[in-house]
């Protein structure tokens, strides 16, 4: 009996610390080397290499980069909790949770350099917006973000995309059609550092 009582305990014991306690959900080696298609190439550095990497995370996993990525994500050092509330962020998570699994996006050379000569004259010019001076205009999704300094929070801010009402950053990111990327990151005048991504 004394037995049988110490085995309920011991299992109740270990319900309570595992509810205490959930097991958090860690991205595999694999998993990141999947997502990770710019990792080698030499036209990127490694902010826009992180950036490929997220909204590929998000593309190809997208029930786990909500458990991993969104659940908690608040903001960044510099604007703290900015999406702490925000209706977008949980409209994201209902989104990536009933979203089916999307391919990578592979980066592409000339989209980059691209994206490369717009975040510069916009960084210049303290500007905001798709509107170009000098740098040509393709026919490509493009994706400007600005005051983020990590390619994680660069995808975050496009994905999320608070206070956006077309979401058009996020249906850009998330589109199933497209299959290349190029991305361009650069200090900028008016907001620290701005990124364009060029995606088809």
């Known amino acids: 009996m004394m037995k049988l009582f110490l085995k309920t305990m011991c299992v109740w014991l270990c319900i309570g610390w595992i509810q205490a306690n959930p097991v958090v959900p860690t991205w595999t080696e694999a998993e990141l080397k999947a997502a990770n298609t710019a990792k080698d190439v030499a036209f ?11 909204i590929n995370l998000a593309r190809m996993y997208p029930k786990k980069f909500m458990e991993i990525e969104v659940k908690d994500y608040t903001g960044t050092d510099e604007y703290v909790d900015y999406v702490k509330n925000s209706t977008y962020k949980t409209s994201l998570m209902k989104q990536l949770k009933n979203m089916k699994a999307l391919p990578a996006l592979m980066p592409d050379d000339k989209m980059s350099s691209n ?35 990590t ?14 009402a077309s979401l058009g950053h996020r249906t850009i990111c998330l589109d199933p059609t497209y299959s290349q990327i190029g991305v361009g990151f650069a200090p900028h005048k008016k907001w620290d550092y701005c990124c364009v991504l060029e995606v088809i």
């Open 151 to 164: 390619g994680r929070d660069v995808a975050m801010q496009l994905l999320i995309d608070d206070k956006v």
């Open 115 to 149: 994206a490369d000569c717009f975040a510069l004259e916009s960084g210049k010019a303290g500007a905001t917006g798709h509107q170009r001076k000098k740098c040509p205009k393709m026919n490509w999704a493009e994706c400007c973000s600005y005051g983020m300094r």
């Open 44 to 54: 990127l550095d490694s902010i826009e290499k992180d950036v490929v990497l997220y």
